[in-house]
């Protein structure tokens, strides 16, 4: 396993495995969860989460969001990282280097995948791998052509659809938007309080 790599946070320096190992595993860790009797029912599972929760800076960061046209699309864009952060956790061992950076609308479909918690473990103890996911690792500061999508392109997948892997400074001025948007209805920090009293 190559080091060749490392990834710097405010905090931590993480030696990671080679793009070309990582994508590797990645890639027959997803044909491995797309050939598991329970995967139609774990999609379907998904691509229902969202109509019971969503965040108001995850998904609509997507230009002219529409969940019946792009839930499917970041279903499998979701369905990658998951494999790309299980093929890291094998090759190394360590949960926070597996917790890859991740654009914002791809991991808040992350978050309706792993809200599948039953069917998920099902497939995690068939399959023998650790799918990983802990907001206390996430590190929130996704760009383009970092070690993430070194790991995808190295697993085949081609190039990532920009229109769900936006980053960093796309990000903050997509959210700046959306941010004044929402406090011209009321609706305040990114969604995080409101002052409507919802009175008769």
Not at 19 to 28: I, K, S
Not at 151 to 163: D, K, S
Request: hydrophobic residues 40%; aromatic residues 12%.
């Amino acid at each position: 396993m190559s080091n060749s790599t490392t990834s710097t946070t405010s905090t931590l320096t993480v030696g990671l495995p080679s793009p070309h190992a990582a994508g590797e595993r990645a890639a027959v860790i997803l044909d491995a969860i797309e050939a598991h009797p329970e995967f139609g029912r774990l999609r379907a599972s998904t691509l229902q989460y969202p109509t019971c929760w969503a965040t108001f800076t995850g998904y609509p960061l997507v230009a002219e969001w529409d969940l019946d046209a792009d839930g499917s699309h970041l279903f499998v864009e979701a369905l990658r990282t998951m494999a790309m952060k299980a093929a890291v956790f094998e090759l190394t061992g360590d949960e926070r280097a597996a917790e890859l950076d991740v654009s914002a609308p791809v991991d808040e479909m992350v978050h309706a995948l792993t809200a599948q918690f039953t069917i998920l473990s099902r497939i995690q103890q068939d399959l023998t791998v650790t799918f990983i996911h802990s907001t206390d690792n996430e590190r929130f500061v996704y760009d383009e052509d970092g070690y993430t999508d070194e790991v995808y392109r190295a697993a085949g997948w081609g190039e990532l659809p920009r229109r769900y892997w936006i980053g960093q400074q796309e990000t903050q001025r997509r959210l700046g938007i959306l941010f004044e948007h929402y406090e011209s209805i009321g609706v305040q920090r990114g969604g995080r309080s409101h002052y409507f009293t919802f009175g008769r």
